[in-house]
Each structure stands twice: as C-alpha cells, then as structure tokens.
C-alpha cells in the first residue's frame, strides 16, 4: 500500500504542480479581462478609493473549470516531457529534479507524459472552435520547446518567446475563450489585452535562465542568457517591463500597472549592479507579486496556490528530507 501510495505521489509531483500557479493565474487574467470588458454584469463590485473595482468570485460555468482542468492536464505532460529530454541539463544545475536526480522511473515518465499530452488533445477536438485551435497550438508549442528536432528550450530568443506566447497569450487567451463562450470578441482587443502579460513573461522568462547559465552552457544548451550574457539579456527584460507597463495603461488594467510599477525597480537594480543575488528577484518576487494581487480580483486563487505550494512543500520534505519549493 505504501509503495503504491509513493508512486501516485512521484506520478503528480514530476508534473511539477508548483509551476501550474502561474499558468492558473494567466487564465484566470483572461478569464477577468474578458468578463471586465464584455460581461461586467458577471462581477461583484466593490469600491476601492471611490473607484468601482470588480471582483470575480467564480468562473461562471462548469466548461470554464473543465477547461482549466484540461489544460493543467496538458501542461503536466508537457512538463514530464521537458524533464525526459533534459536530464543531463538538470543534472547540472541546481535543485532536485525527479527523473534527473531523484531517480524516477522515466518509463513511467515516459507513459504518464502520453496520457496527459492525448486527453486534453482529444477533448480539444470534441470541443472545437477557436479553442481547439488554441489547445492545439498550445500543444504544438509545448512539444517543440523540449523535444527535437527543436528544442525551444536551448535556443536563444525560441526559449523565452515560447514561454511567453503559451503563458500571455495562449494560458490567456483561453481564459478569455471560456468567458465570452468560445469566441474571441475582437481578436485584436484580446492581443491588446494580452500584451502587458506577454511581456510580463518576456521579462521573466528571460531572467529565470541566468541562474542556470554554467549548467545549460556544460549541458550544450544556448538560451538566450548564455547567448547574449546577463547585462544584454537584463537589458532586454528591462525593456519588456516598460513595454508591459505602456500596454497596462493602455488598457487602464490596474493588476498590469501596479505589478509593473512595483517590479521595475529590480531590473534596473540589477541592470546597475549584475550582481547575482540580485537577478533572482526580478523573476521570483515579480511573478510571485503579479499572482498575489491576483487574490484581489479572484479569492479562491490563494486557496489552490496555498494548497499547491503546501503539498508540494510536504512532498519534498518527507520523500526526500529537502525544503521546496522555498519562500524568496
């Protein structure tokens, strides 16, 4: 019983549960932006500073949950698939990877990452519409990132705009699907929308790589970081967080303008100093501070980010005596 107990544990958590808080916050985003937009009538709203703020206090429908399940279905294969074809890489960076490191087993990997990769693909289908185009496409670009012969993850430029398409427009953009019942509404307001997240994620992708750059470079991987150095590669998220905070006004999106007004002053620091110690803020304290301010909008996301971060944290501690995920 144990041992059956440890291998349904090891098959959730080399899905890697922790990183599906973002992607939920990316959707949940489109979800709101859509609703702000297009169905106010949907939103509680409250006053804040005598200024009418709605809130979401539920998706709304049960296809919208559906949906988001479908998706995290679709992430955690793809993210057993990163995990299958970049275990020399994580061998020599830092952390504990499960295949890589902890030793599971990488048949079962290799199962789990079909199941998870088909579902989602054939409920997409049954679907249809544009969000089976968007399932499909976020697929694509999922499998192209980790496998080859193209490998997204190990090129400059391909690694951090693959992460930011599937997270600011394709997480977002099914987000905003599931609201407004499988039709975009204007594409190009939905770009509009989307483009302060994009390249919230531009910004933060980029800078999440520089800690892994002695690794990836020993493992035979160029990403942008290895390619272009820190200050160049800094400079360029720098100016991804100034575009982000130009579309947030734009849109008059109050989540988008204050996370990018609280976030800049990290990568300017870091742009000043290069130090080390610095870089790690620019992506751990900014991602983190855009999906607390999501509770604002949306209670219950603390409720499943809480719970996450805990079981994983519990995981880790029993299975393997280590503290993870951990706090700054």
């Not at 949306?298 to 993870?324: D, E, H, Q, S, V």
Request: glycine fraction near 10%; aromatic fraction near 16%; charged fraction near 15%.
């Amino acid at each position: 019983m144990k041992k059956a107990f440890l291998f349904l544990c090891d098959a959730l958590f080399i899905t890697r549960p922790i990183i599906f808080i973002p992607v939920w916050g990316y959707f949940i985003l489109g979800v709101y932006r859509a609703k702000v937009l297009f169905a106010p009538e949907a939103l509680y709203h409250i006053t804040i500073l005598g200024r009418d703020f709605p809130i979401m206090l539920s998706f709304g429908s049960a296809e919208t949950i559906t949906g988001l399940i479908m998706f995290t279905l679709l992430l955690g294969g793809a993210y057993v698939l990163n995990q299958l074809t970049d275990i020399e890489a994580d061998k020599e960076n830092e952390g504990l990877p499960l295949i890589a490191k902890a030793g599971v087993s990488t048949r079962l990997a290799a199962i789990e990452t079909g199941i998870l990769l088909l579902v989602p693909s054939l409920y997409s289908v049954y679907v249809g519409g544009h969000t089976c185009t968007l399932f499909l496409c976020s697929l694509l670009l999922l499998v192209a990132y980790s496998a080859k012969p193209f490998r997204f993850t190990g090129r400059p430029f391909l690694d951090f705009l693959s992460n930011a398409l599937g997270y600011g427009l394709l997480a977002f953009g099914l987000g905003w699907l599931y609201a407004l019942g499988n039709e975009f509404m204007g594409v190009r307001t939905y770009l509009k929308e989307a483009a302060p997240y994009f390249f919230f994620m531009v910004a933060g992708s980029i800078n999440s790589t520089i800690p892994d750059m002695e690794g990836d470079e020993k493992a035979g991987k160029t990403t942008t970081a290895v390619f272009m150095g820190t200050r160049l590669s800094n400079g360029i998220s720098t100016g991804a967080i100034i575009c982000a905070l130009a579309f947030a006004f734009q849109n008059h999106d109050p989540i988008a303008i204050v996370t990018g007004l609280v976030c800049i002053p990290f990568f300017f620091r870091y742009l000043l100093t290069n130090n080390p110690k610095h870089v790690m803020m620019t992506f751990q304290f900014c991602g983190g501070f855009l999906m607390a301010l999501e509770v604002l909008i949306f209670p219950w996301f603390f409720f499943f980010g809480i719970m996450t971060f805990a079981l994983t944290r519990l995981y880790f501690l029993k299975r393997y005596n280590i503290t993870y995920p951990k706090l700054g």
